[in-house]
């Protein structure tokens, strides 16, 4: 069973994409700690609220549009999570998706969704780039 995640950002597509790719970005609303090599089989690591710590691979990069991965932690099945941008009336549109695999994907992961805060407030109020 999927989780999916939809929002539309009062943003252009290009800022929307760095608020899914950068590091930096992506502590405000996904995780407390981010590294990331985002390219096709870079590798990534993600420190979750509580310190749970996922490692992932970088599956797809398509810049501008969408990127997957995969994600796991030491004692767990992992999980693909796929983000897609779109334009929409008045900003772009991002859908993430995470698919369980394993014996969580039958029947749903505890705690659903691991983002730590919704993604559009966080973009609401930063401030613009220079």
């Known amino acids: 069973m999927s989780c999916i995640k939809e929002v539309v950002l009062p943003v252009e597509a290009e800022e929307a994409w760095e608020a899914v790719t950068e590091p930096d970005a992506l502590e ?6 981010v590294e990331l090599d985002l390219r096709e089989g870079g590798a990534a690591t993600f420190v979750l609220p509580g310190g749970e710590q996922r490692t992932a691979i970088v ?3 398509s810049p501008g549009e969408r990127w ?3 994600w796991w932690t030491a004692d767990a099945p ?9 334009p929409a009336v008045g900003g772009t549109r991002v859908r993430v998706t995470e698919s369980p695999v394993g014996p969580w994907a039958s029947h749903g992961r505890p705690g659903g969704s691991h983002a730590r805060r919704e ?3 966080v973009l609401v109020r930063a401030p613009a780039a220079a």
């Open 28 to 33: 405000a609303w996904l995780a407390d700690e």
């Open 59 to 61: 599956e797809e990069v």
């Open 68 to 70: 997957s991965f995969w």
């Open 78 to 86: 992992g999980s693909r999570v796929t983000v897609e941008l779109a």
């Open 119 to 121: 993604l559009a407030p």
